[in-house]
């Protein structure tokens, strides 16, 4: 793991990440809230992780292209409270769900 000289930004990138490390991941965040970044691009999370991983409050940006978040995952990430930015580039995500955060930059 790795986090920025600002300690705003967690960056998991090709960890091997599944859906059973999100609660975990997701009790960190909470207790660290000065990290308001995550970079999770190219693990294994599914819907399954990405509705976990929207429990986590106070980020602000989720960075999740290459896993395998598909419609209802993109829908759960996109009603987190406090997120401005989502990317989830070459996931199998249809039309709804990329509806579902078109608000977000």
Do not use: W
């Amino acid at each position: 793991e790795s986090i920025n000289d600002s300690g705003s930004t967690l960056e998991l990138s090709c960890r091997q990440l599944t859906d059973s490390d999100i609660p975990v991941l997701v009790n960190f965040l909470q207790s660290n809230p000065s990290i308001t970044h995550l970079d999770v691009r190219v693990n294994k999370l599914t819907n399954v992780g990405a509705i976990k991983l929207a429990k986590a409050t106070g980020l602000l940006a989720i960075c999740a292209p290459e896993n395998q978040i598909s419609n209802d995952g993109a829908a759960a990430l996109a009603r987190c409270h406090n997120l401005e930015e989502l990317y989830l580039a070459r996931n199998p995500i249809g039309d709804p769900g990329a509806v579902s955060y078109t608000h977000l930059t």
